[in-house]
């Protein structure tokens, strides 16, 4: 599903809505949410529109738990740290345990670290039971469920720190790999989670700003296949719902 919109503030307060709906629905059903938010610029606006008041002190937050789909390697309190942005922009703001924030670590020694104590993390986070769960105590799965993932897509058709030609694209093994340095802008090394992960996702909501990446976006509605050489945002194909919020600038 497409919707358009003419500014990023509409969009913006779309996207808010939408997770706080998808939130407040999986911790009535199950008893807590898992969502993975983006990084990059696109996602602030929303993230602060969650930070006002009439959302911020919401009572869902306290069962729901912050991942993210990817972080570059720097300090967590770092002006480029998707961390740091999602933080200053909402999670400092509403009432959330710490203890539900899962940020992608960068104190290790290499990226090739933090990608493989992330992957612990999601596997101890999907695997421990949940005492709040209210349904009965879900058979073990192999891969978790997201029930939100938001992503955002840059003029490459890259998605997360999934940059053309990466070989994770295709890896059906890893959920959390390393990208070397000198790629992305800003060209800092990066930890991301691949799309064997992210499509494990009840929804996916697409952030989308500027006219450049409309003409990317519907080349993928229009040739999903063919665009998967060319786009990582071609291989998101979650196992939910995937929504595009395209905003005219
Ligand atoms: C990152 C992001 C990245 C971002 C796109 C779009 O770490 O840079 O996760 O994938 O979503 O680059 O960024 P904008 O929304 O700022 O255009």
């Keep these: 599903m497409i919707r358009n919109f003419t500014g990023i503030e509409q969009l913006s307060k779309a996207a808010a809505a939408y997770i706080i709906h998808t939130v407040a629905s999986a911790v009535e059903l199950k008893g807590f949410a898992a969502i993975v938010l983006s990084g990059g610029s696109t996602p602030r606006l929303t ?15 306290q069962k729901c738990h912050i991942f993210w789909g990817d972080e570059r390697w720097v300090p967590a309190n770092h002006p480029e740290s998707n961390f740091a942005m999602a933080d200053r922009a909402m999670l400092a703001k509403i009432r959330i345990p710490a203890r539900n924030i899962h940020r992608i670590k960068t104190e290790y020694h290499s990226p090739e670290k933090a990608a493989i104590e992330y992957e612990k993390h999601l596997k101890n986070f999907f695997r421990a039971p949940k005492p709040a769960q209210k349904t009965r105590s879900a058979p073990e799965r192999t891969m978790p469920l997201f029930d939100l993932v938001l992503l955002g897509m840059g003029s490459d058709g890259h998605t997360a720190s999934l940059f053309p030609g990466t070989p994770l694209l295709p890896d059906k093994k890893k959920w959390v790999a390393a990208v070397p340095a000198g790629i992305g802008n800003p060209p ?7 799309p064997a992960l992210l499509n494990q996702a009840k929804n996916s909501l697409f952030l989308i700003g500027g006219s450049e990446k409309r003409k990317i976006l519907a080349e993928i509605l229009s040739h999903p296949e063919k665009t998967k050489k060319k786009y990582p945002a071609a291989w998101i194909k979650p196992a939910g719902k995937l929504i595009w919020l395209v905003a005219e600038k």
Excluded at 51 to 61: D, F, I, Y
Excluded at 188 to 194: C, P
């Design 47 to 61: 993230y602060e529109t969650l930070s006002k008041p009439e959302t911020a002190g919401k009572q869902l937050w």
């Design 188 to 194: 800092a090394a990066r930890i991301t989670l691949t």
